[in-house]
């Protein structure tokens, strides 16, 4: 069965950096774009960043541009977030997901991980 299995979380200090993993299963991996959402207390789900196919397109969600980087290892079935020069407001769940075209939509991604949760202390 389909699986995603997010991990890497953790309790980073402001300033810091977590690598994110999400590691598939389950179907063909290389045929669908992924993307990471994350959810805070009280807020929506948001997205984070996404990954062509071939990952060779990274997007971005504004807030993250230039502090993280995703990418995927379609051999090994993973995608990764390595997040950089963390701040509070980024803590949040971190969820990834699939998609069969590249989004920002979290409506077109129709399987999800059960989420990693990131903690920025300032």
């Known amino acids: 069965q389909v699986q995603l299995v997010d991990s890497g979380g953790g309790l980073v200090q402001a300033g810091g950096s977590l690598r994110l993993a999400c590691a598939a299963s389950g179907f063909a991996f290389s045929n669908y774009a992924m993307g990471w959402f994350r959810q805070a207390p009280g807020k929506e789900r948001e997205f984070v960043a996404a990954?062509?196919?071939?990952?060779?397109?990274?997007y971005y969600a504004d807030f993250v541009k230039g502090r993280f980087t995703v990418s995927r290892d379609n051999a090994k079935n993973m995608v990764n977030l390595q997040m950089n020069s963390l701040k509070p407001e980024d803590t949040a769940v971190y969820y990834c997901?699939?998609?069969?075209?590249?989004?920002?939509?979290?409506?077109?991604?129709?399987?999800w991980g059960q989420g990693t949760q990131v903690t920025v202390s300032s």
């Open positions: 997901a699939r998609s069969a075209v590249v989004s920002s939509l979290a409506w077109r991604y129709d399987f």
């Open positions: 990954i062509s196919l071939s990952g060779d397109i990274p």
